[in-house]
């Protein structure tokens, strides 16, 4: 099993930053591909950004240039940096993580792709 727990939501202006932070425990070697999810109300998640262990990353259009994933094995961390950040971007953000390893990461931006999640952190980006 293994556990996730994200840090460093909140809320902040349009055209600020954020980092948001998830640090995983457990059985560390199913988290090959981590993985930052958005979820807005009464819609599906959608993946934000993705990072596995061979340093491949990929990233949603819609965040492209914004915001930067980066995955620390070593100490089981997941982060995302958000810069100019829209009101768009506001919503719950969730760490996830997968054992799975994919040839071409920017297939792994879909959620049934994930089966550990953290109980997400909330983003809140006003204008």
């Known amino acids: 099993q293994v556990h996730l727990v994200e840090s460093g939501g909140g809320s902040v202006q349009e055209g600020g930053s954020m980092t948001l932070s998830c640090e995983a425990s457990?059985?560390?070697?199913?988290?090959?591909?981590m993985g930052w999810f958005r979820q807005y109300p009464r819609k599906q998640r959608e993946g934000v950004a993705a990072?596995?262990?061979?340093?491949?990353?990929t990233y949603a259009d819609s965040v492209k240039g914004r915001f930067t994933i980066s995955k620390d094995s070593a100490k089981n961390t997941l982060t995302l940096q958000m810069t100019s950040l829209k009101p768009e971007d506001t919503a719950m953000y969730y760490c996830?993580?997968?054992?799975?390893?994919?040839?071409?990461?920017?297939?792994?931006?879909?959620?049934?792709?994930?089966?550990?999640w953290g109980q997400g952190t909330r983003v809140s980006v006003s204008s």
């Open positions: 457990g059985d560390i070697s199913r988290t090959n591909t």
């Open positions: 996830a993580a997968t054992s799975v390893w994919f040839q071409n990461i920017s297939f792994s931006l879909l959620a049934s792709a994930f089966n550990f």
């Open positions: 990072a596995d262990n061979d340093g491949q990353v």
